[in-house]
């Protein structure tokens, strides 16, 4: 059998499964006929017997033949009234078929023939007759509610996909049958930012697309493997693969539903450049119940959104199960800021030929232990209990200490751009700090840069806007960061007064790619230029991005391929090198 249709044999679609899931089990259609026979011969039997004379001798008691005419009839009935019960439209068809059948019979008897024995018959054929089509028409009804109820209880309203229970059920299912297969939970990255900038309408206009474009993938069987692809909730989705024959087979499937997010997204007028995070766990290697794997891929999918890498597809590996230590980080948060160990390191920004912009500042902390944590766990934490303005602003304020007495010392015309969080930024303090620190580091107001994500323009547009202007006045300049993740719309860029953009990392990631992705990125340059910014692409990692970007014009470049997050010794070092080129 050639890979194409093997592929058709184990094609199944998401419904047929969900069916297979929810659908009570029928008797098998042929056993009707065991139930429309007994009816004819009952009914056979009662004409025979109801005229009869005879009498029928059972042990002492004597009894007429024809008074077994009415139990006869009632079996007749009741196998009638069985078949539209169990065999539904096809009961019902034949049930009206067989007593329709008899009115002739019956009518010749009564009016031609002249024989009133036939008029009970008569009637109690037509009230048979009323009560199948009764019950049918109920029964009907009922069905239909009850196949409403089935399928609410197991799609998801929205996207119309299968949701978590039917999710459940399945994988519930395919242990039970031990063979192995895999769950991968699938999470859109920055999603939040949509649903929080463009309105919920707009945010489940993306979850729709992205869910018909992995139905899509999932039904046509594309992929080679067995696939099911539910939604979990908000934006998270599952996708269980069944039927593949090797690690890279999984793999190959698992990309080929992050490939399906390529293709930019338009909801009402806006493009929407999205990506996804997946983590993968499988059965029973990972973990022997559903609990447990999902738990797992889960994890997987956490690290896939704290590792900030290129790659966004990682298996479960049992070291990602750490429990959630939110409280332990805010003790270390308010630890590491009360004994003042809170600490940057500055990555560097280079021009196209490899000429030094400036530096970003990134925190850095480290627990009580002497363990490095990510910023990319410990801000979202600080942002979250509000200890995200001081961390900036300990950042902000040695950062620019070192800075000042570097650019004095050195006389480099270079920038420092520091990461200012929307709760931070809107702080009524914030203006008068930037002043301070100006003066007391004497750092040019023009070298100075304050990093705000794209989030903050629509969150509170008009107190933002007052305040970014206030810095403008001040000299300093205005970056927006991430940007792209999640907010697509020109006009508030328009009127906001930035100096430079600095395109998301995931965007470069994708870049090559395809064709496409380089064209998105070549716009958003173009697009800037046009409105008077400067451009810098962050993440750069690979010489065939450098070239990319060289050849689309972009300004500046931030990555690991010219510099990654340096201590400031080396920081200093790297200025000093430059400073005596
Ligand atoms: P960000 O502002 O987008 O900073 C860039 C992040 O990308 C940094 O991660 C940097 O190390 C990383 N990066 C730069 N080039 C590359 C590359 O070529 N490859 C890879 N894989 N990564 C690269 P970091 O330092 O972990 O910071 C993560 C985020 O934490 C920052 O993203 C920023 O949002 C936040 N953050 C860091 N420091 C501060 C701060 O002082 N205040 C605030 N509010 N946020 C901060
Ligand atoms: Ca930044
Ligand atoms: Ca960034």
Same mark, same amino acid.
């Given at each position: 059998m050639n890979k194409d249709n093997s592929t058709q044999a184990r094609r199944t679609s998401i419904e047929k499964t969900l069916r297979s899931l929810t659908i009570s089990k029928e008797a098998p259609k042929w056993t009707v006929a065991f139930f429309a026979l007994l009816y004819i011969v009952t009914n056979i039997m009662t004409m025979r017997v109801a005229p009869s004379k005879e009498i029928l001798i059972v042990g002492d008691a004597r009894m007429p033949l024809s008074s077994f005419a009415g139990v006869l009839s009632s079996i007749g009935n009741l196998s009638i009234i069985f078949m539209v019960v169990f065999y539904k439209k096809l009961g019902f068809i034949l049930a009206l078929t067989l007593l329709v059948l008899q009115f002739p019979k019956l009518f010749y008897d009564v009016v031609i023939n002249n024989t009133p024995t036939s008029l009970p018959g008569f009637f109690s054929n037509i009230l048979t007759l009323v009560s199948i089509i009764l019950i049918f028409f109920n029964n009907s009804k009922i069905e239909r509610y009850q196949q409403k109820v089935r399928e609410h209880a197991v799609t998801d309203v929205l996207t119309k996909l299968p949701n978590r229970f039917a999710d459940a059920e399945l994988v519930e299912r395919l242990i039970k049958q031990g063979k192995t297969f895999s769950v991968v939970t699938m999470d859109i990255n920055n999603f939040k930012n949509i649903n929080e900038t463009m309105g919920q309408s707009t945010g489940n206009g993306v979850l729709i697309e992205v869910a018909s474009r992995w139905k899509k993938i999932a039904d046509s069987g594309s992929s080679g493997t067995v696939d099911f692809v539910a939604r979990q909730g908000g934006d998270e989705f599952s996708l269980i693969i069944r039927g593949y024959y090797s690690d890279q087979e999984l793999l190959d499937t698992i990309k080929s539903y992050e490939s399906a997010l390529a293709d930019i997204i338009t909801i009402d007028e806006c493009d929407f450049y999205i990506s996804a995070s997946f983590g993968y766990a499988e059965f029973p290697t990972d973990a022997d119940n559903g609990d447990a794997l999902f738990a797992c891929a889960d994890a997987?999918? +956490?690290? @896939?959104?704290?590792? *900030? #890498? #290129?790659?966004? $597809?990682?298996?479960?590996?049992?070291?990602? &199960?750490?429990?959630?230590? %939110? $409280?332990? &980080?805010?003790?270390?948060i308010r630890a590491a800021l009360e004994n003042d160990t809170?600490?940057? *390191? &500055?990555?560097?920004?280079?021009?196209?030929?490899?000429? +030094?912009r400036g530096f970003e500042a990134l925190a850095r902390m480290? %627990? #009580?232990?002497?363990?490095?944590? #990510?910023?990319?766990?410990?801000?979202?934490?600080?942002?979250? @209990?509000? &200890? $995200?303005?001081k961390l900036d602003g300990t950042v902000f304020r040695k950062s620019a200490e070192f800075f000042g007495e570097l650019i004095n010392r050195t006389g480099m015309n270079i920038t420092l751009s520091v990461n200012a969080s929307v709760r931070h930024l809107m702080k009524n303090g914030f203006l008068k700090e930037v002043q301070d620190i100006i003066d007391r580091y004497a750092i040019p107001p023009g070298q100075l840069e304050i990093e705000i994500t794209e989030s903050i323009m629509i969150d509170s547009y008009e107190k933002a806007l007052s305040c970014i202007n206030e810095l403008k006045e001040m000299g300093v300049k205005i970056a927006i960061d991430d940007f792209g993740t999640g907010y697509s719309s020109l006009s508030y860029l328009h009127r906001f007064p930035a100096d430079l953009l600095k395109i998301d990392k995931s965007f470069i990631d994708k870049m090559n790619s395809d064709d496409s992705s380089k064209q998105f990125v070549a716009s958003i340059i173009s697009i800037g230029h046009i409105m008077g910014f400067d451009v810098i692409s962050e993440g750069v990692e690979e010489n065939d991005q450098l070239d990319t970007l060289r050849e689309i014009g972009c300004d500046f470049i931030q990555g690991f391929i010219w510099g990654r997050p340096l201590m400031k010794e080396d920081a200093e070092k790297l200025v000093l090198e430059q400073a005596n080129k």
């Amino acid at each position: 059998m050639n890979k194409d249709n093997s592929t058709q044999a184990r094609r199944t679609s998401i419904e047929k499964t969900l069916r297979s899931l929810t659908i009570s089990k029928e008797a098998p259609k042929w056993t009707v006929a065991f139930f429309a026979l007994l009816y004819i011969v009952t009914n056979i039997m009662t004409m025979r017997v109801a005229p009869s004379k005879e009498i029928l001798i059972v042990g002492d008691a004597r009894m007429p033949l024809s008074s077994f005419a009415g139990v006869l009839s009632s079996i007749g009935n009741l196998s009638i009234i069985f078949m539209v019960v169990f065999y539904k439209k096809l009961g019902f068809i034949l049930a009206l078929t067989l007593l329709v059948l008899q009115f002739p019979k019956l009518f010749y008897d009564v009016v031609i023939n002249n024989t009133p024995t036939s008029l009970p018959g008569f009637f109690s054929n037509i009230l048979t007759l009323v009560s199948i089509i009764l019950i049918f028409f109920n029964n009907s009804k009922i069905e239909r509610y009850q196949q409403k109820v089935r399928e609410h209880a197991v799609t998801d309203v929205l996207t119309k996909l299968p949701n978590r229970f039917a999710d459940a059920e399945l994988v519930e299912r395919l242990i039970k049958q031990g063979k192995t297969f895999s769950v991968v939970t699938m999470d859109i990255n920055n999603f939040k930012n949509i649903n929080e900038t463009m309105g919920q309408s707009t945010g489940n206009g993306v979850l729709i697309e992205v869910a018909s474009r992995w139905k899509k993938i999932a039904d046509s069987g594309s992929s080679g493997t067995v696939d099911f692809v539910a939604r979990q909730g908000g934006d998270e989705f599952s996708l269980i693969i069944r039927g593949y024959y090797s690690d890279q087979e999984l793999l190959d499937t698992i990309k080929s539903y992050e490939s399906a997010l390529a293709d930019i997204i338009t909801i009402d007028e806006c493009d929407f450049y999205i990506s996804a995070s997946f983590g993968y766990a499988e059965f029973p290697t990972d973990a022997d119940n559903g609990d447990a794997l999902f738990a797992c891929a889960d994890a997987a999918m +956490l690290e @896939v959104k704290r590792a *900030n #890498s #290129s790659d966004h $597809i990682l298996r479960f590996k049992p070291d990602m &199960l750490k429990t959630d230590h %939110s $409280i332990e &980080l805010e003790r270390e948060i308010r630890a590491a800021l009360e004994n003042d160990t809170i600490f940057f *390191n &500055l990555q560097p920004q280079f021009d196209m030929k490899h000429k +030094l912009r400036g530096f970003e500042a990134l925190a850095r902390m480290k %627990s #009580s232990d002497g363990r490095f944590i #990510s910023p990319g766990e410990f801000i979202p934490a600080a942002e979250k @209990v509000g &200890l $995200i303005d001081k961390l900036d602003g300990t950042v902000f304020r040695k950062s620019a200490e070192f800075f000042g007495e570097l650019i004095n010392r050195t006389g480099m015309n270079i920038t420092l751009s520091v990461n200012a969080s929307v709760r931070h930024l809107m702080k009524n303090g914030f203006l008068k700090e930037v002043q301070d620190i100006i003066d007391r580091y004497a750092i040019p107001p023009g070298q100075l840069e304050i990093e705000i994500t794209e989030s903050i323009m629509i969150d509170s547009y008009e107190k933002a806007l007052s305040c970014i202007n206030e810095l403008k006045e001040m000299g300093v300049k205005i970056a927006i960061d991430d940007f792209g993740t999640g907010y697509s719309s020109l006009s508030y860029l328009h009127r906001f007064p930035a100096d430079l953009l600095k395109i998301d990392k995931s965007f470069i990631d994708k870049m090559n790619s395809d064709d496409s992705s380089k064209q998105f990125v070549a716009s958003i340059i173009s697009i800037g230029h046009i409105m008077g910014f400067d451009v810098i692409s962050e993440g750069v990692e690979e010489n065939d991005q450098l070239d990319t970007l060289r050849e689309i014009g972009c300004d500046f470049i931030q990555g690991f391929i010219w510099g990654r997050p340096l201590m400031k010794e080396d920081a200093e070092k790297l200025v000093l090198e430059q400073a005596n080129k």
